[in-house]
């Protein structure tokens, strides 16, 4: 049924376009009218039975008018159809093979241009034929030949040419009128005044397809026939991808598999070939409007073929009435929307423009493989000078020391920009060299050692800190370097100070052991591989090893490489609140060092105004002991900052709730702050006694969730707090960070829930 409902109205829709098109390539490539028939007959049934696309239709494509052209010229046309069905043997092999998915390695960029260009070639030799004229030999030719044609006397022949491309051009507009295909209906309607006039210029279809001529092999020039079976079997097989793969965003069907499509244009060609047909391709003037006539399957591309083998058989009569001109007019009508600016504008985005242009001039100066050469030469050049992209950049910083950064792929194309880097720099000068570069090849570190030599011998200092790999570390060692480029490493700023300076155990970063709650948990991460890689060793700048005691020679280096590479990115920012702050966030949390706000956060400078204690704890209005610290906190940041949220956030393995659950040590200060969480370990154990048995470090994980509702509770006791909650001007909201895999969970009526599986609401 829906082969009925769908895809026969479908393919007579496509029948209709088909048929004018088919004629008007077999004209363009200098063919027997009837081989562009055949192409289509064979490319719909063979092609679309056999393809990996369910909506795809092959059949002659324009784009191979011009190459099909010249080997006509060059070989005859008996020889052209045997390169035809070498170039489907040789499809056919590539998409056995499965190297289908190769040929989208093909530059767009190459494949439009080629087309662009192919369109120019066709739509300069048709127009001739529109003014009553022959076209030349060549592109060049045909336009010098222009200015002459044009001021020629004209016949009949323009007025059937500007007829036909007045309907292509006003028929869509007409809503009533254009499901009769354009192509078909400024033929029909241009072959009526050409029949009264008496100017028709026939088209000979005499004898149908038992006229066509058998394929022979050529005699001789062996290379050039080779090299024509590759530019037939690359042109029509990366067309037909190409197609293919732009034709999946057109439906929610099954995907096209490649390989298949690519096997299926094979088998077609040969047939054809051997038939006496044209190429065959996948066409996108045919598959788009398959796919939006309704088609849902294959054999929509079936049964077009079938309409047209059943109209020549039965009515081949009716071509012969079609005006050569008219013909004429719709190929230089085609030739004019291959020049795509839709394409174009897309290229432009992505800077492949010159690829286009110089494609597609090869084209239309020298010739279609010459001028896809020179495009698959140039887009390989671009896309070499953007992988070795590098920049450099040296400046005097306001301590004194010059910094010098690289970033990118540094090699010999590099080196005329590095040395021009570094020879700004005054002699005995200090200096920061920071390299944050995938790759260095010998002439670039012959010319980085050389100039750090001879600047240290000069009394000044180079200080080399390598972000990203080890690449001159390596060379200046004599190590051997990896082949090609380091996998490029995310920004590891987060990374603590000991796993920067390298060599501690990825599973405890202080040495010390590690908090209940924190380790051994079913979902913590165990894959020790990606850990390492992850949180693979950093080296410190210059490279020298940390000192035994982490503590301040990393504090010391960290606010090195603040000042370094943050610093120049954040004064802008900074600049513009220095005067004053505007967080909409109070964040209440814990003094635990592995709790980082603004990394669980994803917040900035600006955004949270943060108190921390031991125990993320909220003493109640007025309790004893007083604390002023936190009412203060809260008062400024509620009633002169007016923050619109205040966030309690707790973790596993807090220390605080462990020492409420054991043995407080004996600490005056600890002791006595801790008492403000007494109501939290109530509340536990209330709760603990309608509960079965729980492990310790289940307790803790549950005191410590407990502990961060107790402390939202405890803020409703100041009165400022609750008179703008109640006013609807401030919300609280809970957060627990469990620390051990990562994950942050939110309050919510339910209790505490993974934030990915809530909505965001503050």
Not at 337 to 364: C, K
Not at 480 to 490: A, E, L
Not at 610 to 632: K, Q, Y
């Amino acid at each position: 049924m829906s082969v009925l409902r769908n895809d026969g109205p479908a393919s007579l829709v496509v029948f209709l376009v088909a048929v004018p098109l088919s004629l008007g390539i077999a004209v363009a490539s200098g063919a027997p009218i009837a081989a562009g028939l055949v192409a289509a007959v064979i490319g719909g049934v063979v092609a679309g039975a056999m393809g990996g696309s369910v909506v795809q239709v092959s059949g002659p494509a324009a784009g191979l008018a011009l190459v099909v052209a010249e080997l006509v010229h060059k070989f005859g046309w008996r020889v052209t159809c045997m390169i035809t069905l070498l170039a489907g043997l040789l499809q056919l092999l590539l998409g056995l093979a499965r190297v289908a998915r190769a040929a989208l390695g093909v530059s767009p960029a190459v494949v439009h241009g080629m087309l662009a260009g192919v369109g120019i070639v066709i739509a300069l030799s048709q127009v001739h034929i529109v003014l009553g004229g022959k076209p030349q030999s060549s592109a060049l030719d045909n336009v010098l030949a222009l200015p002459a044609q044009i001021v020629n006397h004209h016949g009949h022949a323009v007025l059937i040419g500007l007829l036909t491309v007045g309907v292509l051009l006003v028929w869509r507009r007409l809503p009533k009128v254009r499901v009769v295909p354009a192509p078909l209906a400024a033929l029909l309607i241009a072959a009526v005044p050409a029949a009264l006039l008496g100017c028709l210029t026939k088209i000979d279809l005499s004898g149908g397809f038992s006229s066509l001529q058998h394929p022979l092999l050529p005699q001789g020039e062996w290379f050039a026939v080779v090299s024509a079976v590759l530019l037939v079997a690359l042109l029509a097989g990366v067309e037909s991808l190409l197609t293919c793969v732009a034709s999946d965003r057109m439906h929610s069907g099954p995907r096209a598999n490649l390989d298949r499509e690519l096997t299926a244009q094979g088998v077609a060609n040969v047939i054809s070939g051997a038939c006496g047909g044209l190429p065959v391709a996948g066409v996108v003037v045919r598959t788009t409007t398959n796919v939006r006539a309704g088609a849902r399957s294959r054999w929509s591309a079936v049964l077009h073929s079938v309409w047209i083998l059943v109209f020549v058989t039965a009515f081949g009569w009716l071509i012969g009435l079609i005006p050569m001109e008219a013909l004429a007019a719709l190929l230089m009508f085609i030739g004019v929307q291959m020049v795509n600016l839709g394409h174009a504008r897309n290229l432009r985005n992505h800077r492949e423009m010159p690829i286009y242009f110089v494609t597609m001039g090869g084209v239309v100066v020298i010739g279609l493989a010459e001028g896809v050469a020179i495009g698959l030469g140039l887009a390989a050049l671009l896309a070499l000078l953007r992988l070795t992209r590098v920049s450099v950049r040296a400046w005097a910083a306001d301590d004194g020391r010059w910094r010098i950064a690289v970033d990118g792929s540094l090699t010999f194309l590099a080196v005329p920009r590095l040395t021009k880097a570094l020879a700004a720099v005054p002699a005995g000068a200090a200096v920061d060299l920071d390299l944050n570069i995938d790759f260095l090849d010998n002439a670039a570190f012959e010319a980085l050692q050389a100039w750090r030599l001879e600047h240290e011998r000069g009394g000044g200092t180079v200080d080399v800190d390598e972000v990203h790999g080890e690449w001159y570390v390596n060379a200046r060692s004599g190590a051997r370097t990896s082949p090609g480029k380091t996998h490029m490493r995310h920004d590891q700023w987060w990374l603590p100070w000991a796993y920067r300076r390298g060599g501690l155990d990825t599973a405890s970063p202080s040495g010390a052991e590690r908090e209940p709650g924190h380790a051994d948990r079913a979902d913590a991460p165990d894959d020790a591989d990606a850990q390492a890689a992850v949180l693979g060793a950093v080296p410190v700048a210059g490279g020298e090893q940390a000192d035994d005691d982490p503590a301040l020679p990393g504090l010391i280096e960290g606010t090195r490489e603040f000042q370094r590479r943050t610093a120049p990115l954040m004064r802008p920012l900074l600049h513009g609140m220095a005067r004053r702050q505007a967080p909409t966030h109070l964040f209440i949390t814990c003094a635990d060092s592995r709790v980082v706000p603004n990394l669980i956060t994803a917040s900035g400078p600006g955004d949270l105004f943060t108190a921390r204690n031991i125990g993320n704890l909220v003493p109640r209005a007025a309790s004893a002991p007083p604390d002023e610290s936190v009412t203060a906190a809260i008062e400024y940041a509620v009633g002169v900052l007016e923050v619109r949220t205040i966030t309690v956030c707790g973790h596993s393995g807090c220390g605080a709730m462990s020492a409420l659950l054991g043995t407080t040590p004996d600490l005056p200060g600890l002791r006595g702050w801790l008492r403000h969480g007494r109501l939290s370990l109530d509340r536990f154990r209330s709760f603990e006694e309608s509960e079965d048995a729980l492990s310790d470090a289940s307790r803790l994980d549950l005191l410590c969730r407990i502990n961060v509702m107790q402390q939202l509770d405890n803020l409703r006791t100041h009165p400022l707090v609750d008179e703008h909650v109640r006013s609807g001007r401030l919300e609280l909201t809970g957060l627990y960070f469990d620390i051990g895999t990562a994950r942050v969970h939110v309050l919510d009526d339910d209790g505490f829930v993974p934030v990915l599986e809530r909505s965001a609401t503050v």
